[in-house]
């Protein structure tokens, strides 16, 4: 199983960028997708999540209106797109596979460093 983040780097303020999971070793379709961050000292927190035929989403309410995410069932991965970024955005994106059913199957990615600075 890997799921492997993309895109992560240095913007300025205002800036945009999108990052990217792509998923292997699992039946990705049937997953809850979920984008994760974390700032060092900090518990990591829950950013945005996609449900697994992409008809749900449901947003932070520190990204609301900036972020968005979406998944290809057919590529297996699954991108957030981020906007108008802040330097409060600065922290290490993590992807994480989601399913509870018969039990729960938890998967998570290395993360990716996003930095957000003039």
């Known amino acids: 199983v890997q799921l492997v983040e993309s895109g992560g780097g240095l913007v300025q303020p205002g800036g945009s960028l999108r990052l990217s999971c792509a998923a292997s070793?699992?039946?990705?379709?049937?997953?809850?997708m979920k984008w994760y961050r974390q700032v060092p000292g900090k518990e990591r927190e829950l950013v945005a999540t996609?449900?697994?035929?992409?008809?749900?989403?449901v947003y932070a309410e520190s990204v609301k209106g900036r972020f968005t995410i979406s998944r290809d069932n057919t590529k297996n991965t699954v991108y957030l797109q981020m906007n108008s970024l802040k330097p409060e955005d600065t922290a290490v994106y993590y992807c994480?596979?989601?399913?509870?059913?018969?039990?729960?199957?938890?998967?998570w990615g290395q993360g990716t460093q996003v930095t957000v600075s003039s």
């Open positions: 994480n596979a989601l399913r509870r059913f018969l039990g729960t199957i938890n998967y």
């Open positions: 070793g699992f039946t990705f379709s049937t997953f809850d």
């Open positions: 996609i449900g697994s035929t992409a008809t749900r989403t």
